[in-house]
């Protein structure tokens, strides 16, 4: 039996502990206090207190008497508590003589000289039986514990459980704090936390990278959001693995924010984010579908004579923002006059957002001609907004401001109808009209209402659909979220609607997406028009194009043909439809009613040359 002091030692002691552990106390401090009293209460004993990680590991929060040495070996071969060594069992342990217990083999030479000669420990567990740790006596004759040294054990395990029980409830408030749930990243407070910390700091450089996941709204729209969570848990987990200098964290949604330690040049800042967009993109597999993520990147390097966590943070906003705006998937570091070009970008927008309206939008149209006789055989439909003073704005400024998705949605609303109108009065007087394009952008394809917007404008101005031609940008078609988009593209050609792939060469197609993605018409990019007459590369292309489409049953229309050397080659070449300035600028409906009116393929033309025909229209 423990002798009467013995016991109000322990009971002096469990108060004591306890104080502590509501006041907050380090846990080291309140281990080192239970193992020196358990000590003096014992008078001969070394005690131990270990802890276990998830891993199974076995950690000590405190052993004051046992020699360094020893504790550094035992760190040294520690192993998980599946394993067998002298402390990893859940239940308690006896050993009389270590030197007889082959699990203490490996710590033989750094005991026997301390005079450790025998061990008794019991497990500390939780109120649902898990392992938490263990309490543990080494002495330095061959014995057993005594009535007392049982007595202080069974307190302290006790004791020890409350302790590393209020652990676990504090780490989880502060991970419930600090740590975001989904991705098991540090979260936006971890983040404001750091950011102040370095720079105060101040004295290692570093970047900032902020980091968006694409499409993860598609993703949940169109996979579920399972998908889209295991969209955000595999990103976290990539660039938690990237380890090294780069410190993650997820700040909210799709967005995550990148510390580079020591970066301090925008050469080592690109590579990171480049090998991290690399890594990003591995498709995975998740709830039965294939998800191909894609990442946008902006960074700025921290300059601490310049700027504080506010100014950082907007540099690297407005670098993020920039790359949005040149194509998803991209790495934009910020420079001096980027926020100009920003700016005016918003300016832009406000000014297209107000056309809207107001009713400045207006639809120009440009001839699709037969490159041999001038023949109009169809228009591609522009639009333009007009100046309060009712001139033109530029059109490259213009289209700057649809990067916008709302208001390129918009736009493609207010097209729909005056197109619709247009090809109704054309219809009306008679000409012999076939077909007009329409652009449509990634935005129209997100709402997933495409195919009902269409056909409704057409049908309320008794249009057949015959008459419309898709037009479809190949960073739209072929780019991120392709299948969706020709998803539906499919059930617009299922209604008779033609679609051309806009643009040819500029983006992501090749020549086998045509096998893949099936379209009706190729529109060949100005930039291959431009040098056909001198350029044996560009030859080649369009060349090959011509041979592939005419196999494949698709038509091919040159865009951006200006002179007659470069009309006169691509008819040599066996190109018979063409578009641009040699022909007719983009021109307001009136002039190209009247333009349709005089050239329209199977009208009846004047002795004027089309072309001469075509100048004196435009130029009124």
Known sequence: MPTKQALERLITLQTTVLKMIAYGEPIQAISGTICREAEDISGEASCVIFSVDQDGR??????????????????????????????AFNQPVTVLDVEKDARFAPYLDVMIPFGLLSYWSSPIRSRDGRLLGKVGFYYTRKRGPNATEEAIVASLTCLCAVMLENQEIQRKVKDLAFIDTLSRLPNRASYNDRLSMLMEDATSPFALLLLDIDYLKSVNDTMGHAVGDALIRTMGARLKGIGGTVEPFRLSGDEFSLIVHGCDTEDAMEQVARSIISEAGIPFEANGYSVV???????????????????????????????????????VAYKPGLQTSIAERVKLMGDLGAALREGRIEAFFQPIVQIDTGAIVGMEALARMLSYEGTIVPAADFYKATSDPRLAY?????????????????????????????????????????????????????????????????????????????????????????????????????????????????????SFVTDIVTDKNSCVIVEALLGIASKLGMRIVAEGIETVEQAEKLMSMGCRLGQGYRFAPPVPRSLATELLQRLGEGVHRAAETPNAEVDHIAQR
């Open 293 to 331: 993520p894609s990442v946008t990147i902006g960074g700025a390097i921290y300059d601490a004579t310049q700027q504080g966590a506010d100014r950082l943070q907007e540099n690297a906003d407005l670098a993020l923002y920039h790359g949005k705006e040149l194509g998803r998937g991209s790495f």
């Open 410 to 526: 918009d736009l493609s609303g207010v097209m729909l109808k005056q197109i619709a109108s247009a090809v109704r009065g054309w219809l009306d007087f008679g000409i012999p009209f076939q077909h007009i394009g329409f652009n449509v952008t990634q935005a129209d394809f997100k709402q997933g209402d495409i195919e009902r917007r269409i056909t409704e404008a057409f049908a309320d101005a008794g249009v057949p659909l015959k008459h419309i031609i898709l037009e479809v940008n190949e960073a739209v078609y072929l780019g991120p979220g392709d299948d969706f988009v020709a998803r539906a593209v499919e059930r617009l050609r299922a209604k008779g609607i033609l679609v051309a792939l806009d643009d040819f060469g500029t983006g992501f197609a090749s020549l086998t997406h045509l096998l893949s993605f099936p379209v009706d018409i190729i529109k060949i990019d100005r």
């Open 58 to 87: 076995m950690h000590p929060l405190a052993a004051p008497s046992l020699p360094l040495p020893f504790l550094r070996r035992f760190a040294e071969t520690n192993a998980p508590a599946s394993d067998v060594t002298p402390i």
